[in-house]
């Protein structure tokens, strides 16, 4: 490990001047955080961490990962085709939403599924890391990002 990453490892975050919540438990969860999840960059707006844990194939064809998002870190509105994801969260807090439904606020233990042709977006909260594992099959066509307004009005209305 390069004395850079040990540095960056260790480096708690902030946002807006507050301590993020479950830094330490995402980074340490018992399947690993993974390597930054540079290919699906593009869609989503901070950084996240993908960690493979079965691959589909032949013999089984689904595929199972556990996927981490920096603090307000989330993917765009997206769709899987030909399949579905169930997305199982084991760390931190996060929000999900199918489109035309309310956003729902995640914690460990919870699960969502997300059926063939259904717009929605999964992604932590603004001041917490999040990990989920995801078991899924299909495509994935990805969409517009959440608007930001949108995404910030969740944590002010939890806050209420
Ligand atoms: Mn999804």
């Known amino acids: 490990m390069s004395r850079y990453k040990i540095y960056s490892m260790n480096k708690l975050t902030k946002v807006a001047g507050v301590l993020a919540k479950n830094e330490a438990a995402v980074k340490h969860n018992?399947?690993?955080?993974?390597?930054?999840?540079?290919?699906?960059?593009?869609?989503f707006s901070g950084a996240s961490y993908l960690k493979g844990l079965v691959p589909s194939g032949d013999d089984v064809d689904v595929h199972v990962g556990s996927v981490s998002f920096?603090?307000?870190?989330?993917?765009?509105?997206?769709i899987h085709h030909d399949g579905y994801q169930i997305i199982?969260?084991?760390?931190g807090?996060?929000?999900?939403?199918?489109a035309g439904q309310p956003a729902q606020s995640l914690k460990p233990g919870d699960v969502v599924v997300f059926h063939?042709?259904?717009?929605h977006w999964h992604g932590a909260k603004k001041n917490s890391w999040f990990t989920h594992l995801v078991i899924g099959k299909g495509t994935t066509e990805w969409l517009e990002p959440v608007n930001q307004k949108?995404?910030?009005?969740l944590d002010q209305q939890e806050e209420k």
């Open 70 to 78: 920096e603090p307000g870190s989330h993917n765009n509105w997206h």
């Open 93 to 98: 807090e996060g929000w999900a939403q199918i």
């Open 150 to 153: 949108d995404y910030d009005q």
């Open 30 to 43: 018992i399947f690993g955080l993974g390597e930054l999840n540079t290919g699906s960059s593009p869609y």
């Open 88 to 91: 199982l969260v084991t760390t």
């Open 116 to 119: 063939d042709g259904e717009k």
